[in-house]
């Protein structure tokens, strides 16, 4: 029995000799690996235990008892100290100037697609043009047939629509059915509206077109409206959104709910006309399919195409936004790439 006490009570010199000198938590706990754990030199004695005698044992096990409590509170003691040391040298170290102005925050910003629905509509307010807004969600009717789309008609081919459950109910395939919409809540009073909002086309995702998309819608009706209101107010858009001095160029097309219909060109504000990869080297930027309002869709709207005429034209957002902006790539404004986001 002498043997085992002698051993503990030298360990237990050992130990707080040791532990004194620790100067790190680290070595803390290293000290506790060496002497406290399962394997550590405690342990080690206390396996001798079972070679004492009964009556050895008891007195044997109450005086290692009392060394390990020595030893674990001493342990507590020190990690205690060494932790108030070093928090106050990550203190000295890690210091805050508290007097120091806070460091400034990145601030988010509008999206491109949005920028430039606002910077449009924004011309056109200047014009005297009201925004009206218009559902997603349609019917066959609206979006089709009373602007002139009958059924079969192959002009619907030029659309890939998509449809719902519910017959005759679909996602509009572009921003005109608010036409109709504008002119039965308004007819028969002269009208000049802006419709802007989300389409859907069921086509294939590439450079230059998604399967969602944004587009704005003009309509003018009254009386004695005539091509040449379009071509001044296409005109004078052009000069605002690319810069004065735009010439613009209408060239003969063909949509269902507009006659006669055109496609609308502005020369290219990048390169002067000259021709540019923005402008496929044509010198000129395709801005708007536009014509006079069809008499059906007059008509159809609650106006009498004997007293009414007017006209129409829609644009696409993202190629508004791309053209000015130089973005080669219609994907990028729906990838939600930070960096492209920040550029433009």
Known sequence: MSDIVTQLEVLQTKATAALSAAS??????????????????????????????????????????VIKGALESALQERQAAISSVEMMATLDTDAVD????????????????????REILAIFGQMGF??????????????????????????????????????????????SPGQIRAMREFAPEPIRVMLPGKCYRNEDVTTRSEMMFYQVEGLVVGKNITMSDLKGVMLNYGNQMYGNGRE???????????????????????????????????????????GMVHPVVL????????IYS???FGMGIERQAMMKRQVDDIRYFYSNDARFLDRV
């Open 299 to 306: 008509k159809n709207g609650g106006y009498d195409p004997a």
């Open 24 to 65: 790190s938590s680290a070595e803390t706990e290293a000290w506790h690996a060496e002497y406290l754990s399962r394997k550590g030199k405690l342990t080690t004695i206390l396996r001798g235990l079972g070679q004492l005698s009964a009556e050895e044992r008891p007195v044997v096990g109450q005086k290692a008892n």
């Open 310 to 312: 007017g006209f129409a």
């Open 98 to 117: 508290v007097t120091l102005p806070g460091r400034p925050q990145t601030l988010g910003k509008l999206h491109p697609t949005t920028q430039a629905m």
């Open 130 to 175: 009201q925004t009206y807004d218009a559902p997603e969600v349609e019917t066959d009717d609206n979006n089709f047939t009373l602007l002139n789309f009958p059924p079969g008609h192959p002009a619907r081919e030029m659309q890939d629509t998509f449809f719902t459950k519910n017959d005759g109910v679909i996602l509009r395939t572009h921003t």
């Open 248 to 290: 613009i160029r209408f060239r003969k097309a063909y949509f269902p709910f507009t006659e006669p219909s055109v496609e609308v060109d502005v020369s290219c504000s990048l390169c002067n006309g000259d021709g540019c990869r923005v402008c496929k080297q044509t010198g000129w930027l395709e801005i708007s399919g536009a």
